[in-house]
């Protein structure tokens, strides 16, 4: 029950340092993006990686091979949709949300963040996260595509960091 056979023991320390090897060379050879700050796509990537390592490692009914050729096509589909996203608006309106306006001008949209399901009391720790202390000296707080906040201060230029986001302030 504690202990198992030395051969179980063995293939779980030679297969899970090959096939950690394995997928370290993938996610290198894949590029900077398969790492990037996850939307939900990336996140089901991720969850799907891990599982697929953890089968490999500790289940001997599944060979590196085997175990190696579904990583690599996970990476591989995350590099094509990666790929595609960046070519056509309309597959990244598939596969991504878009970032949505919640606070302009010092006043909290209620029904986007609703729809968003942001509390209060998250809005008002963003902004304090973004060096404010009150809503009046904030400009816009923008809930992005990987969960996070961008709060951005009052100003008078126009803002065109805000060309892609939802709201009714957005241009």
Known sequence: M???SGPDIAHTLVVGALAYLALVAMLR??????LAKMNAFDFVVTVALGSTLATVLLSTDVSLLRGSIA????????????????RSEAFQAVVKSRPRLLL???VMDRAAMREERVATEEMLAA???????????VG???LETDGSFS????GNAPPTA????TGKGAQ
């Not at 050879?29 to 398969?34: A, C, H, N, W």
Request: glycine share 12%; proline share 2%.
């Open 140 to 142: 816009y707080v923008v």
């Open 2 to 4: 504690f202990f198992q």
């Open 127 to 137: 902004v304090r996260g973004g060096g404010y202390a009150r809503l009046e000296d």
């Open 162 to 165: 805000l060309a892609n986001v």
């Open 151 to 154: 709060v951005l201060p009052e």
């Open 104 to 106: 302009e001008a010092g």
């Open 71 to 86: 990583i690599g096509l996970l990476v591989l589909l995350q590099f094509v949709v990666a790929s595609l996203s960046t």
């Open 29 to 34: 050879l894949s590029g900077k993006r398969t």
